[in-house]
């Protein structure tokens, strides 16, 4: 039957019919084993018939078997991937660990903002930065045009967030950010959250 189950699984003839052809023959041998029983009850020949009815079930439940681990395969990869197979995925193992690099990169600038300013974090503007910050970008700092490129928001949003903070003497949340900047809405500063950093200006 499971034979059956997978030909039907993998949308094969072939494999139906071999499961049915199990079964047939199965039931034709079980149940014709009492009308051709050796009429000679001698214990011989019955342990001889015996011996061969048992060989004969064992190699077609050993061969359905086999053809069931078989199907079992071919469905097997024709499955959708599962979440574990997508966080295999390079590009989002690479993404991955690049919010991890953010959240080291965001604790440096607490624990030393000396070191961190000297290692150019959020300043994905300067040229020649050897440490990678994992895509962090200082708003207070970072010239609009930057702003726009480096967090993916069209560039009057960019203008008008280096327009805002010139006037408030920097943003210290991205709180902030959506009260002041009117074309910044919830939706876009979930997507952004966590690429932002305030650096006092």
Known sequence: MMVFIGGYRLKSRAHMAAGVGYLLVTVAFVCGAGLTAPADSTADRGTAY??????????????????????????????????????SDAAVAAAQWRVQRRAEARELVRADPGLAWELRIGRPDIQGRQYDD????????????????SLQIP????DEIAQQRGLRQGFTSPDELIVYCTAMTPERMAVIRDMLLFRPL
């Open 50 to 87: 015996d011996l061969a009815m048992a060989a004969f079930l064992l190699i077609v439940w050993l061969g359905g078997t086999l053809h069931t681990l078989f199907l079992q395969l071919k469905v097997a990869k024709q499955a959708p991937p599962t979440a574990a197979d997508r966080h």
């Open 134 to 149: 994992g895509g962090l970008v200082d708003v207070n700092h970072v010239p609009a045009a930057w702003l726009a490129y």
């Open 155 to 158: 560039q009057p949003l960019a």
